[in-house]
T-cell receptor, first 113, second 115 residues
Framework: KAGVTQTPRYLIKTRGQQVTLSCSPI?????VSWYQQTPGQGLQFLFEYFSETQRNKGNFPGRFSGRQFSNSRSEMNVSTLELGDSALYLC????????????FGEGSRLTVL | AQSVTQPDIHITVSEGASLELRCNYS??????LFWYVQSPGQGLQLLLKYFSGDTLVQGIKGFEAEFKRSQSSFNLRKPSVHWSDAAEYFCAVVISNFGNEKLTFGTGTRLTIIP
């Protein structure tokens, strides 16, 4: 069974640009969550999607958005990039409710110059 | 506020020595508790989880954790560490807020193994 796949793995952007990250969950998993990981703030929850609906949202500005498609693949978008958006963005999927294990991808490392 | 705390930012142990990583939570009800490990350049992998029942939980890679309600703790232990255990370890808790549940992570403990 293929794991969670995130693309791209690395990318460099400049301030003011926008970026789209993609996540393909494990086959059969309908829930996809996104996390931002930085040395200063640790792992911060961005949002979770389940069956194309945003089920939960963290405390991030509106520049951070996401969506989920009918095949459970998910994308997140960050507009008007700031230097502080440089981070590892992790996607995770699960097959059931909150007792289920989260399976993480290897992340997309975004550098904003 | 509901939260999870890992008091140790960095721990160094010798290979073969025992290990205990601390995790404390602040939550009214019995939470769902997890330990994840992240190797350099990798995503996170679940080591073990506790929902209810036996307070001593066995996980993968020889790890175990004990839930202590009286101390609001869920410490991770391993009797004898291997060099491959060097990684960052995250304690996490599912927190429910007005019906919205999300997995919240501690700040992590970086484990260094010395020969």
């Amino acid at each position: 069974k293929a794991g969670v796949t995130q693309t791209p793995r690395y990318l460099i952007k400049t301030r003011g640009q926008q970026v789209t990250l993609s996540c393909s969950p494990i086959s059969g998993h309908r829930s996809v969550s996104w996390y931002q990981q930085t040395p200063g703030q640790g792992l911060q929850f961005l949002f979770e999607y389940f069956s194309e609906t945003q089920r939960n949202k963290g405390n991030f500005p509106g520049r951070f958005s996401g969506r989920q498609f009918s095949n459970s693949r998910s994308e997140m978008n960050v507009s008007t990039l700031e230097l502080g958006d440089s981070a590892l963005y992790l996607c995770a999927s699960r097959s059931q409710g909150y007792t289920g294990e989260l399976f993480f991808g290897e992340g997309s490392r975004l550098t904003v110059l | 506020a509901q939260s999870v705390t890992q008091p140790d930012i960095h721990i160094t142990v010798s290979e073969g020595a025992s290990l205990e990583l601390r995790c404390n939570y602040s939550y009214g009800a019995t939470p769902y508790l997890f330990w994840y490990v992240q190797s350099p350049g990798q995503g996170l992998q679940l080591l073990l989880k506790y929902f209810s029942g036996d307070t001593l939980v066995q996980g993968i890679k020889g790890f175990e954790a004990e839930f202590k309600r009286s101390q609001s703790s869920f410490n991770l232990r391993k009797p004898s560490v291997h060099w491959s255990d060097a990684a960052e370890y995250f304690c996490a808790v599912v927190i429910s807020n007005f019906g919205n549940e999300k997995l919240t992570f501690g700040t992590g403990t970086r484990l260094t193994i010395i020969p």
